[in-house]
């Protein structure tokens, strides 16, 4: 034995259960249908549910929105098929479901519908993220080009300075004071006559 139900997805209230007993049930804003949907994008009595043959058919009943059953408007009466979706309208959108029942269990039967609560969801806890202190944490300030300019020109006059040394230190150890270019340097230094 199967109980069938229509499971709103979509519309004023998601999530709302709507159980479908009886031989006829009227869909509509209207209060008095078996499924009441209060929208203005329904229509007072915007279609109907028939029990044949152990199977609902749905039909719209000249709605202005139209009644649909997954994706095609209804041009007369459809047998409706567990997981159909009928929407009513553009918005209102409702899951049809049968429920397989156990013919000896015991059933409380609400005419009125019912909401599905969802399950409560669990917070979720951050992993532990330990703080980075303040001595190793990136500087605020964008990083910075740094002009090389000066670096390049003070190490081409570093090693000029050294050439400049190991030159004269030459020149002195092997007694070259006295050869050109040297033996202008050796005047200058020493006084004319210096070099024979």
């Known amino acids: 034995m199967s109980q069938f139900q229509f499971v709103m997805r ?117 992993a532990y993220i330990p703080p980075i202190p303040a001595s190793s944490a990136a500087p605020s300030t964008p990083f910075k080009k740094t002009n090389m300019a000066p670096i390049i020109i003070g190490i081409v006059v570093f090693l000029f300075i050294c050439i400049c040394i190991s030159t004269f230190v030459w020149v002195d150890a092997t007694f070259r004071w006295c050869v050109f270019p040297f033996s202008i340097i050796a005047e200058i230094l020493r006084g004319s006559g210096a070099c024979p």
């Open 10 to 126: 979509s519309g004023p209230t998601p999530g709302i259960i709507f159980p479908l007993e009886g031989d006829q049930i009227h869909i509509g804003r209207d209060a008095s249908n078996g499924v009441a949907i209060n929208d203005a994008e329904i229509s007072r009595k915007h279609s109907r549910l028939s029990f044949q043959g152990g199977k609902y058919v749905l039909e719209d009943l000249g709605s202005t929105n139209g009644t649909f059953v997954n994706g095609q408007r209804l041009a007369g009466p459809v047998v409706l098929k567990p997981g159909d979706v009928v929407s009513l309208g553009e918005h209102i959108v409702l899951m049809y479901d049968a429920i397989n029942m156990d013919p000896g269990a015991t059933v409380a039967v609400s005419r009125k519908a019912t909401r599905i609560e969802p399950p409560p969801v669990q917070a979720s806890v951050p």
